[in-house]
Nanobody, 115 residues
């Protein structure tokens, strides 16, 4: 089992920045990749960014150049640094850990960007 706890969400003005954290506990060694997804009201959940156990990263088209995913292995934490935020980035952001057997989702953290 893997437990994920997201934090760092909140209200920010357009153009501002936020850093989200996803702290993992449990069977950490089984995690192959960690991703951030987001879901805006009335929309489908979409991939924001992903980082593999080997350090390879990829990003959704809408966030390329503005968001950066990184990890601190010593803290078992994955971060999502978000910059140049726009109201279109408003959503609940979820952390996903891809285990060797199944995926694990966090509870989500709300990000609201005001214009």
């Amino acid at each position: 089992q893997v437990q994920l706890v997201e934090s760092g969400g909140g209200l920010v003005q357009a153009g501002g920045s936020l850093r989200l954290s996803c702290a993992a506990s449990g069977s950490i060694a089984s995690i192959n990749a960690v991703a951030w997804y987001r879901q805006a009201l009335g929309k489908q959940r979409e991939l924001v960014a992903r980082i593999t156990s080997g350090g390879t990263t990829n990003y959704g088209d809408s966030v390329k150049g503005r968001f950066t995913i990184s990890r601190d292995n010593a803290k078992n934490t994955v971060y999502l640094q978000m910059s140049s935020l726009t109201p279109e980035d408003t959503a609940v952001y979820y952390c996903l850990a891809l285990g060797s057997i199944r995926p694990y989702w966090g509870q989500g953290t709300q990000v609201t960007v005001s214009s």
